[in-house]
């Protein structure tokens, strides 16, 4: 039985885009270092409804241990030890927290490159396209008059000239407010 060549639906198209995304997390993941990995780690259980919880327990039976009468009090009010901890604890917690939020930022990084040279071929090949239509438009004598907005699009673009001008309506914009 011989297989029929089609052209892939929508579905097989975003398939691979997923497929092709999965694989640049994963290479991302690879790459993270003990310290990343950790930070990750520490950073995701921080933010969960179970660490609230784990310290509303642990704070009001330590606070309770220490106030409730009759029994020892290892750090009574102003709960010395317990500050002392909870400080401790959030240093830690802060830098870990950094540490994910910068793995997370080169990541983020990376991608907005990737984005980047991903827009800048993508400029390239319409502008190439737009030319080769104008010049298939002549050859076979469509008979369109030249359209100046198709021909500035056909040209190629200044990306210098491009961030100079979003620079300068950011600074207007600026000093407008």
């Known amino acids: 039985m011989a297989t029929q060549n089609h ?11 997923v497929e092709t995304m999965r694989r640049l997390e994963e290479l991302a993941s690879q790459n993270r270092t003990i310290g990343d990995r950790v930070a990750s780690f520490v950073a995701r259980f921080c933010g969960s409804p179970t660490f609230v919880w784990v310290h509303a327990v642990v704070f ?3 606070i309770g241990w220490n106030v409730w009468p009759g029994l020892k009090h290892p750090d009574p009010y ?12 959030a240093i830690f917690l802060s830098s870990f927290i950094l540490i ?16 980047v040279q991903i827009n ?21 004598g469509a008979g369109q008059k030249p359209d100046p907005e ?13 961030v100079e001008q ?11 407010s």
Do not use: C
């Open 150 to 162: 198709v021909q500035a699009l056909a040209e190629v673009t200044e990306h210098q000239a491009l």
């Open 78 to 89: 102003p709960f010395t030890f317990l500050t002392m901890w909870a400080s401790m604890e």
């Open 120 to 140: 800048l071929l993508t400029e390239q090949e319409i502008t190439k396209v737009l030319q080769m239509l104008q010049d298939i438009s002549a050859a076979v």
């Open 100 to 115: 994910a939020q910068n793995y997370a930022m080169r990541i983020s990084e990376r991608r907005d490159k990737l984005d």
């Open 7 to 17: 052209a892939p639906g929508a579905a097989e198209i975003t398939r691979r885009n």
């Open 60 to 62: 009001g039976s330590w």
């Open 166 to 176: 979003i620079d300068q309506a950011a600074q207007e914009s600026v000093r407008k």
